[in-house]
T-cell receptor, first 111, second 116 residues
């Protein structure tokens, strides 16, 4: 069936280092969405990418959608403690448009 | 504008009981989805409602059911609770006329259910 794989599962970084999470879909996606869930919180919508090769920035966060619309990445430059949390990607299924979610990447800042 | 409201925030139930959780979506949002999240796990899709109709359903047993009212408010019910049903139950709303999947979800704070 249609799947969205997200890697890595965890990433430990020193504050100030960069962070990247990757999503790969088994099929072409009409769009991809990114969410952030802080510890103890709920997922919060960050952004939606729709166009092939699209790149969007939100301050230190850079989101990319691949040319084939099957992969996407989220890159955070110079991480801060406020970036801690789990980042999820999600894309709609072809058959019924229900969102398929990646397993999430947990960003952990090393003390 | 008000966000997605879920009640109650916390709930403790005994194995074998049943529970009903409530979700009020953002005004104007007609799609409501429910997810189960257990510690360290991702988001497990339960079901989605649009205009009072169940549009999609995840792979959960029939003990899990839901409904949506004409004002878009939604409820989910779990009957014959099991210990493994302990989880955070999240509701998300979206402005999502079918066919779509093209709108971001706004999540509620969730209901944390503990089954003892």
């Amino acid at each position: 069936g249609q799947q969205v794989m997200q890697i890595p599962q965890y990433q430990h970084v020193q504050e100030g280092e960069d962070f990247t999470t990757y999503c790969n879909s088994s099929t072409t996606l009409s769009n991809i969405q990114w969410y952030k869930q802080r510890p103890g919180g709920h997922p919060v919508f960050l952004i939606q990418l729709v166009k092939s090769g699209e790149v969007k920035k939100q301050k230190r966060l850079t989101f990319q959608f691949g040319e084939a619309k099957k992969n996407s990445s989220l890159h955070i430059t110079a991480t801060q403690t406020t970036d801690v949390g789990t980042y999820f990607c999600a894309g709609p299924m072809d058959s019924n448009y229900q969102l398929i979610w990646g397993a999430g990447t947990k960003l952990i800042i090393k003390p | 504008k008000a966000g997605v409201t879920q009640t109650p925030r916390y709930l403790i139930k005994t194995r074998g009981q049943q529970v009903t959780l409530s979700c009020s979506p953002i005004s104007g949002h007609r799609s409501v989805s429910w997810y189960q999240q257990t510690p360290g796990q991702g988001l497990q899709f339960l079901f989605e409602y649009f205009s009072e109709t169940q549009r999609n359903k995840g792979n959960f047993p029939g003990r899990f059911s839901g409904r949506q009212f004409s004002n878009s408010r939604s409820e989910m019910n779990v009957s014959t609770l099991e210990l493994g049903d302990s989880a955070l139950y999240l509701c998300a709303s979206s402005f999502d006329p079918p066919p779509s999947g093209n709108y971001g979800y706004t999540f509620g704070s969730g209901t944390r259910l503990t089954v003892v």
